[in-house]
C-alpha cells in the first residue's frame, strides 16, 4: 500500500482544513493520522480500526477533528475544524491491515505510512 497525503496549507486560528490520503496497491483495513510538530515526536491523532467499529481521538483534537474514509476511491480523510496554533505540525496518514483494539496510539503497529503534509496554524 503506497498512501499520498495531501490538503495541508497555511491557515489562521478558528479556521478548518481537510486533510485526504489517497491509497494505491490493496486496499487498506485500518487507518489513522498522526502529527508531528518542530522538535517534537510525532503523535497520534485519529484512528478508525476494527474496520470502522473502533473510531478514536487523541484529547487535544477531540470534538474538533473527524476521520473517515471513503472506499470509492480508497481515501482516508481528516477534517479539522477550529484549528489552533498547537495543531501546526506536519500531519501524517498510516494504514495498516489491522491493528490491535488498544495499541491505535502506537506509530509501530502501523505498517504503511504517508509522506507527511504540512499544517500551519498562525494566530
Known amino acids: 500500500v503506497q498512501l499520498q497525503a495531501s490538503g495541508g496549507g497555511l491557515a489562521q486560528a478558528g479556521d478548518s482544513l481537510r486533510l485526504s490520503c489517497v491509497a494505491s496497491?490493496?486496499?487498506?483495513?485500518?487507518y489513522a493520522w498522526f502529527r508531528q510538530a518542530p522538535g517534537k515526536e510525532r503523535e497520534f491523532v485519529a484512528a478508525?480500526?476494527?474496520?470502522?467499529?473502533?473510531?478514536k481521538y487523541a484529547d487535544s483534537v477531540k470534538g474538533r477533528f473527524t476521520i473517515w474514509r471513503d472506499n470509492r476511491n480508497n481515501t482516508m480523510y481528516l477534517r479539522m475544524n477550529s484549528l489552533n496554533p498547537e495543531d501546526t505540525a506536519v500531519y501524517y496518514c498510516?494504514?495498516?491491515?489491522?491493528?490491535?483494539?488498544?495499541?491505535?496510539?502506537?506509530?509501530?503497529?502501523?505498517?504503511?505510512w504517508g509522506q507527511g503534509t504540512q499544517v500551519t496554524v498562525s494566530s
Open positions: 498510516a494504514a495498516a491491515n489491522q491493528v490491535s483494539y488498544n495499541n491505535y496510539h502506537l506509530l509501530s503497529v502501523w505498517r504503511y
Open positions: 478508525n480500526t476494527w474496520r470502522g467499529g473502533n473510531t
Open positions: 496497491g490493496r486496499p487498506f483495513g485500518d
